[in-house]
């Protein structure tokens, strides 16, 4: 079974721009949630869809935003990028919403904002 | 709200000497508890995860975890060490009704020497 896999890889942009990073979940999996991983914060929790819908939500501004299709692939937007939204984003998929469903995560999304 | 403190940073350890890595936790009720592993330029995996039942759990690599609900700790250990254990090693508390919104400890890198 294909694990979940994140495009792209690295990605560069610039202060102001916006961006958008995929995320195809494993087949099967209804649940994608979305983590930033920073050196200063570690990783904090974006937020989480289920069947297209947003369950849960992190403390970010409403510049990061997401949504999921119906076939479970997600995608997560940010815009008006600043100098702090340098991360490795990871995307991480589960069969339900339930914890004893563990979540299998990506390899991530490096963005650098210049 | 939830918090988990892992106190240690860095470890250094040799190869086929124990390990073991602390993890606290804050929550009112009984968290599910969570270990991730994440090495360089990967995505996070799953070591093992304490719901309830037996306080020792059995996890993947040979680690094993210990739940203490009267320290609030969790801490991970493996009694023989191996070069490719070198990572970090993330701990994370599940809480709440339902969802997949994990709150992640700051990590703790373990170099393992020769």
């Known amino acids: 079974k294909a694990g979940v896999t994140q495009t792209p890889r690295y990605l560069i942009k610039t202060r102001g721009q916006q961006v958008t990073l995929s995320c195809s979940p494993i087949?099967?999996?209804?649940?994608v949630s979305w983590y930033q991983q920073t050196p200063g914060q570690g990783l904090q929790f974006l937020f989480e869809?289920?069947?297209?819908?947003?369950?849960n939500k992190g403390n970010f501004p409403g510049r990061f935003s997401g949504r999921q299709f119906s076939n479970s692939r997600s995608e997560m937007n940010v815009s008006t990028l600043e100098l702090g939204d340098s991360a490795l984003y990871l995307c991480?998929?589960?069969?339900?919403?339930?914890?004893?469903?563990?979540?299998?995560f990506g390899n991530g999304t490096r963005l650098t904002v210049t | 709200a939830q918090s988990v403190t892992q106190p240690d940073i860095h470890i250094t350890v040799s190869e086929g000497a124990s390990l073991e890595l602390r993890c606290n936790y804050s929550y009112g009720a009984t968290p599910y508890l969570f270990w991730y592993v994440q090495s360089p330029g990967q995505g996070l995996q799953l070591l093992l995860k304490?719901?309830?039942?037996?306080?020792l759990v059995q996890g993947i690599k040979g680690f094993e975890a210990e739940f203490k609900r009267s320290q609030s700790s969790f801490n991970l250990r493996k009694p023989s060490v191996h070069w490719s254990d070198a990572a970090e090693y993330f701990c994370?508390?599940?809480?709440?009704?339902?969802?997949?919104?994990?709150?992640f400890g700051g990590g703790t890198r373990v170099l393992v020497k020769p």
């Open positions: 869809y289920f069947s297209e819908t947003q369950r």
């Open positions: 304490y719901f309830s039942g037996d306080t």
């Open positions: 087949s099967g999996h209804r649940s």
């Open positions: 991480a998929s589960s069969p339900g919403q339930s914890y004893n469903s563990p979540l299998h």
């Open positions: 994370a508390v599940g809480a709440g009704a339902a969802g997949n919104k994990l709150t």
